[in-house]
């Protein structure tokens, strides 16, 4: 099982970025998906997240309105478009899937797999 994070990059406010996360050894379809990202010095955060059974996707809160988890079944691979970007979206940017997420889906410690991560820096 691997998950592999790209697109990252430095960026100025209001720019638009997709990362994607290409998934191997596993059918991503069948797992819940979750990008989180952590800025340094803060903790980890859920972003975005996506239903494996049904689509239903969750947003955090910083995030909705700007921000979309997609995927691509045929490509086993997963997006977060990002748009209207802010300096406050910098991070390192993680995609991450379990089986199954019960509860929350924000608490990163419930997924098994992670990517490893990709730099994500908005500024003037």
């Known amino acids: 099982v691997q998950l592999q994070a790209s697109g990252g990059g430095l960026m100025q406010p209001g720019d638009s970025l997709t990362l994607s996360c290409k998934a191997s050894?596993?059918?991503?379809?069948?797992?819940?998906i979750g990008w989180f990202r952590q800025a340094p010095g803060k903790e980890r955060e859920g972003v975005s997240y996506?239903?494996?059974?049904?689509?239903?996707?969750n947003y955090a809160s910083s995030v909705k309105g700007r921000f979309t988890i997609s995927r691509d079944i045929a490509e086993n691979k997963v997006y977060l478009q990002m748009n209207s970007l802010k300096p406050e979206d910098t991070a390192v940017y993680y995609c991450?899937?379990?089986?199954?997420?019960?509860?929350?889906?924000?608490?990163?410690?419930?997924?098994?797999?992670w990517g490893q991560g990709t730099q994500v820096t908005v500024s003037s």
């Open positions: 050894g596993f059918v991503l379809q069948y797992y819940d």
């Open positions: 996506m239903k494996s059974s049904d689509g239903t996707t």
């Open positions: 991450a899937v379990d089986e199954l997420v019960r509860g929350p889906w924000e608490q990163w410690w419930k997924y098994d797999y």
